[in-house]
């Protein structure tokens, strides 16, 4: 079949062709030939109960019957209004609710957010802090925000400046410091990055852990710290729960575990189960009061799309929030993460296994070719494409990060499937070490 279609982080030129996937049922995915892949990754990190689900899908259908889509430029829907009470609800210190279709968006809305929040209170603070190695997305707002270069030292030049601080990764500390001393560093880092500056209008990471990045999961009370040297320091503390919020981590709003509430948060991946393109940027009483005002101040929130607030997405993510509750699936995930867990030390053992990072349902395996000098593969091994084809011999859908196999199921999978999950994993890097 002949394709148009151009891939996303694709080296077009190394594939002759792509599988269609044709039916998606639970956590597999089949082709046009009827072949299945567990889907490993979760549609990129964002299914939650595995395709098909009769509750999702009858959630769309039935609003599809009474309301496709409806602007919310001075206009409403019902689903939009109730959707926004139910994250308020769930959301400690949240006040209302700003949809977009996607995490980038949602992360440049907070972005934007912060900096209109110090002009309509007549402050002039315009310059973002964000850990180094963390992701928020591919425009270029959020590129600037959560700067990989892997990913985006191409479009550098045009790029706004971002004050970063370093990540506490336990792998690849500095010589001649423990663990702790580094996190003690970084966020010395921190403090003085804000004492220095006394214009900076907010701090910006993902909540809980860096994913995109790295697989980078923070020491506990690192992120609390951070937020205790805002509120000191008069910075904002922005939020990114796009891919760690809604059960990723094992708990359904990242920062209430991390106790290090937001002046601005963001939701996306999770938000609608997987099913369709949704987003959410909330924000606390304080920044909202701020763009309150006569319409000729000028005040209100210069930001828009065209699907905010699509009543589609918002049933089917109402519909989502509530399977939460009725199939208990915290508690459930939590079960599959001691799962994960208990395979650690296999996985550790392999022979091209440099470091296993993991919480909840997210693991990541990063791939070395010298364990003890933990030294990175070269691009010329080509790992993301070996990994792939060879994940797919043992029924599984399965990309890379660069060196690092992500192991991001969808969070209903079952005991057995987990099991599979991690069997196909092990057998695959063992097949591709040797290889490589």
């Not at 299945?36 to 009858?58: F, P």
């Not at 706004?160 to 792998?171: G, I």
């Not at 009370?221 to 910075?235: D, E, P, Y």
């Amino acid at each position: 079949m002949r394709s148009f279609v151009w891939h996303p982080y694709t080296q077009m030129n190394d594939w002759e062709k792509f599988d269609v996937i044709s039916k998606g049922k639970g956590m597999w995915l089949y082709d046009k030939q009827g072949n299945a892949l567990m889907d490993g990754v979760a549609s990129m990190w964002c299914n939650v109960w595995g395709h098909s689900n009769k509750e999702l899908t009858d959630s769309i259908i039935k609003q599809t019957k009474n309301l496709q889509h409806s602007s919310l430029f001075n206009l409403t829907n019902d689903k939009a209004e109730d959707l926004a009470e139910k994250l308020v609800k769930l959301a400690p210190e949240m006040h209302r609710v700003f949809y977009s279709d996607d995490g980038s968006t949602a992360m440049e809305i907070s972005a934007k957010m912060a900096l209109q929040y110090w002009n309509n209170i007549g402050e002039k603070k315009t310059r973002f802090v964000s850990l180094e190695n963390g992701y928020h997305g591919d425009t270029i707002g959020a590129m600037s925000l959560g700067y990989v270069p892997l990913f985006f030292s191409k479009f550098k030049s045009v790029l706004f400046q971002v004050l970063r601080t370093p990540t506490p990764n336990r792998y690849r500390i500095p010589k001649g410091y423990s663990f702790e001393d580094y996190q003690e560093f970084c966020l010395e880092k921190i403090e003085q990055t804000f004492s220095k500056n006394d214009d900076i209008a907010a701090f910006v990471m993902e909540s809980g852990a860096q994913i995109a990045g790295g697989v980078v999961i923070y020491p506990k009370g690192f992120q609390k710290k951070i937020s205790k040297m805002c509120k000191k320091h008069n910075v904002l503390l922005i939020l990114d729960e796009i891919a760690t919020g809604f059960g990723r981590l094992g708990s359904m709003i990242e920062y209430q575990k991390q106790e290090s509430t937001p002046d601005i948060v963001s939701f996306g991946k999770m938000l609608s189960g997987g099913y369709l393109p949704l987003a959410a940027t909330l924000a606390s009483k304080k920044i909202y009061d701020s763009f309150l005002g006569e319409y000729q101040d000028m005040k209100h929130f210069f930001h828009g799309h065209t699907f905010t607030g699509n009543p589609l997405a918002c049933a089917t993510a109402l519909r989502n929030i509530s399977l939460y509750k009725k199939y208990n699936l915290i508690s459930k995930i939590k079960k599959r993460a001691i799962q994960m867990e208990l395979r650690i030390k296999e996985i550790s053992s392999l022979d091209m296994v440099g470091d296993v990072r993991h919480a909840g349902m997210l693991m990541g395996i990063e791939l070395v070719s010298d364990k003890k000098k933990k030294t990175p593969i070269s691009p010329t091994k080509k790992l993301p494409q070996k990994i792939f084809v060879e994940a797919k011999k043992h029924g599984i859908y399965q990309r890379t990060l660069g060196p690092i196999v992500m192991l991001v199921p969808p969070l209903a999978i079952s005991e057995k499937e987990l099991g599979f999950l991690l069997d196909g994993t092990i057998k695959t890097i063992k097949n591709v070490s040797s290889q490589t």
